[in-house]
């Protein structure tokens, strides 16, 4: 019971924090939550924006994919978000012939409409608060136990609710660190088409260089269509399926934003931690980001020089380079912007104000010197981790040579003629298509090339694999010359049964445990996953769940330390609400960013040619005439291409809808400024902007751009 009291006091707190910091659970909005939302520039009741019985805001916002959010704009199913939110499935659907990431794509009839295999929308059909049934079965169990338990248990609630014949799943999700325990239902929409694309010098212009950046110019947006059976159920792609029949459309304005106006932004946030300890900030800023970065540049890099030689190339590593590069970018800027802002000294000092309080209180004294010996223990194998899952995983071979180590084991169990053992071999074999598909060689061997020696070089080698680089040194030469991992790495691609279909052939029809053992490609990451998962992680294991207990119990006594604090629970990619105002903003002295940009913009950076600010004569011949239509922005004369507020978001926000205080679709969120990406662990009241895409700059780019004046006619368009 003590536990639930606590989880009321964090909520109660939830409920009086500001305007611009937070993402709040929309049904548990509380008065002075709403009546500062009025206060702001919000015209809806509650009942319209959250209401589980009847329609509401939160029917029109999805789930969009693996990890972004989307939104229902029609009468018929269409769905808007971002360009980089289906980037995958575009890259998929393009042949050099037919270039849809490069040229774009508009349907003029839904029969032109191309199927997005793979693809999902989930729609939020109820939550439900199952902390008491959650504690109950947990009770006192720390470390692994609780960890185990609290698994087994949000299965077991999860199965109860879910109905797999009508696409309903449901997943319990921890809030406040464990804290609470809310349960999200949600019914899936496989069936899901591409309707509209941009061309990639719209919907990335830009590209890597602006990426985290303002001023920003890129049309980051994407339109898709969700389709149903005839019954009105959720289907997989069918031709004799019709569009999905929402329950709530938002309407799209053409009025456009100026200086101050509400803005409201709806999703669902990935993940932040902002009640992150000192501890994790220090390994953050001096050991995980630094080696996630040093590993994906070189990626990057040898991705980047093939894909500049050929546009085949390019097509097939697009996606790919793409979402490494997305974060690539931000952790470095974090790390940067976490030592700027001194972040791990403000945690210090909270956390000694902390433990002055809990001097004499049993659960709460000693949390500080447990948790950092927990640290102090799993830090020496903290860089091994991130070399592992950013470097050896980093390579597609060896990543998906690792998906055949469950093989192994069946194998070595079952035997060969084991139908669970044939089931397996045949779905890695369809795996194995999607893995050639995105295959490069020249990028791939020059990366396992790198990894290799950067492992060797940078890692503790009384952490290496037993053996491992002795066989290198014997087979290949000296391990001081790069030339020796190059040699090996020729050698595995060369003669890996993984990209050899003669050998995989041969392999599936008479698959042996002994034979895969002996394949380099698999000889290479077993070795690597085998010493780790022996050695140290079962380090990392006791180490997460020291974390998790500590960062528990920290947050239930700062909310007993200060009961009026204004506190909201972190993102854990569970629907939420954010609120603030369009706002420019000044990053620095005698610098004022202004929050609006406009193709007068676009045309300063074009440059004939360029991989990232290269524009179409189409394209250029419409602003040279400034023939914008009715999407012009009145008041500049101009179109309006972003613009910023200071709405909280994070990733998984990506193609979030940003709205008026009307619940009138405004603009599409789609990115956050370098000068704020401490975000994940630290909100800057100042600095944090929202990049978003005006809506009326989307809607010129389809209607004048791409012709597709059939799509804005679905629409629901508010003057």
């Known amino acids: 019971m003590k536990k639930i009291l606590i989880a009321a006091v964090l909520l109660l707190n939830v409920f009086i924090a500001s305007a611009d910091e937070g993402m709040w659970l929309p049904h548990l909005l509380g008065q002075q939550i709403y009546d500062d939302m009025v206060k702001k520039g919000l015209k809806l009741t509650k009942d319209q924006l959250y209401n589980i019985n009847k329609p509401s805001l939160k029917d029109a916002i999805v789930i969009f994919g693996r990890g972004c959010t989307g939104e229902i704009v029609s009468n018929e199913g269409l769905v808007f978000t971002n360009h980089h939110c289906g980037y995958d499935e575009v890259a998929h659907a393009s042949t050099v012939q037919n270039n849809f990431l490069k040229n774009g794509f508009y349907a003029k009839t839904k029969t032109e409409e191309i199927p997005a295999p793979g693809l999902s929308v989930q729609f939020l059909l109820k939550i439900e608060d199952v902390t008491k049934e959650m504690d109950s079965a947990i009770g006192t169990l720390t470390g692994i136990d609780r960890a185990k338990k609290v698994q087994e248990t949000s299965a077991a609630i999860s199965a109860r609710y879910s109905k797999a014949d009508e696409k309903i799943s449901a997943r319990v999700t921890p809030h406040f660190k464990g804290n609470q325990y809310l349960l999200f239902v949600y019914q899936t929409y496989n069936d899901v088409r591409m309707v509209g694309i941009p061309p990639e010098n719209v919907g990335k212009f830009g590209g890597d260089t602006d990426n985290w950046e303002w001023p920003r110019h890129t049309g980051d947006f994407s339109i898709w269509r969700v389709y149903m059976n005839k019954d009105g159920k959720p289907a997989d792609y069918n031709a004799a399926n019709v569009p999905f029949k929402p329950k709530y459309v938002l309407p799209v304005s053409l009025k456009g934003v100026k200086e101050g106006d509400f803005s409201m932004i709806w999703g669902y946030p990935g993940s932040t931690n902002r009640y992150e ?107 091994h981790r991130m070399y592992l899952r950013e470097g050896i995983l980093g390579s597609t071979t060896l990543a998906f040579a690792s998906s055949l180590m469950l093989l192994e084991s069946e194998l070595v169990k079952k035997g060969p003629d084991n139908a669970d053992v044939k089931k397996l071999i045949a779905s890695l074999d369809k795996n194995r298509q999607n893995f050639l598909a995105g295959y490069e060689d020249d990028a791939e061997q020059n990366i396992i090339r790198d990894v290799l020696q950067m492992f060797y070089n940078n890692i503790d080698k009384n952490q290496h694999p037993i053996g491992f680089y002795e066989s290198i040194r014997s087979q290949f030469g000296d391990l001081k010359d790069r030339i020796t991992y190059e040699k090996f790495a020729k050698n595995l691609l060369g003669t890996t049964m993984v990209l050899n279909n003669d050998k995989w052939k041969k392999f599936v029809e008479n698959p042996d445990a002994v034979a895969l053992q002996n394949d380099p490609a698999f000889s290479t990451v077993s070795q690597f996953m085998r010493n780790y998962d022996s050695k140290f992680a079962p380090i990392y294991s006791q180490f997460a769940a020291a974390n998790s207990d500590a960062g528990r119990l920290y947050l239930k006594g700062v909310a007993q330390m200060e009961p009026g604090k204004k506190r909201y629970p972190d993102a854990v990619f569970t629907m939420r609400v954010s609120y603030g105002s369009v706002k420019s ?33 189409r394209y250029r011949e419409l602003v040279t005439n400034k023939d914008f239509g009715q999407y012009k922005d009145a008041a500049r004369n101009i179109m ?51 990049i978003c895409v005006d809506i009326r700059y989307v809607l010129w780019c389809v209607d004048k751009l791409g012709g597709g004046a059939n799509i804005i006619k679905e629409l629901k368009i508010v003057k």
């Open 277 to 383: 300890s000192s501890y994790g900030v220090k390994l953050k800023t001096e050991v995980e980001n630094p080696t996630l970065v040093a590993l994906r540049e070189m990626r990057l890099k040898h991705m980047f020089d093939e894909m500049k030689k050929d546009e085949k190339i390019k097509l097939k590593l697009a996606s790919s380079y793409a979402s490494i590069a997305n974060y690539w970018k931000f952790y470095d800027g974090e790390t940067k912007q976490l030592l700027k802002y001194k972040v791990y000294e403000q945690k210090l000092a909270d956390e000694q104000k902390f433990q002055a309080w809990a001097k004499g209180k049993p659960e709460f004294e000693n949390i500080f010197s447990d948790w950092g010996k927990a640290y102090d223990k799993w830090r020496p194998y903290a860089k």
């Open 640 to 690: 309006v291409v972003g613009f910023t507020t200071n709405n909280d978001i994070t990733g998984g926000n990506s193609g979030s809808p940003v709205l008026n205080g009307n619940g009138e679709l405004i603009g599409l969120a789609f990115d956050g400024n370098y000068e704020a990406l401490s975000h994940q662990i630290a909100f800057d009241k100042d600095l944090n902007r929202t």
């Open 585 to 617: 903003y000044k990053p620095r002295d005698a610098v004022t960013y202004d929050y609006v940009t406009t193709t007068n913009g676009v045309m300063e950076k074009y440059k004939p040619g360029d991989y990232e600010f290269d524009l179409t004569d």
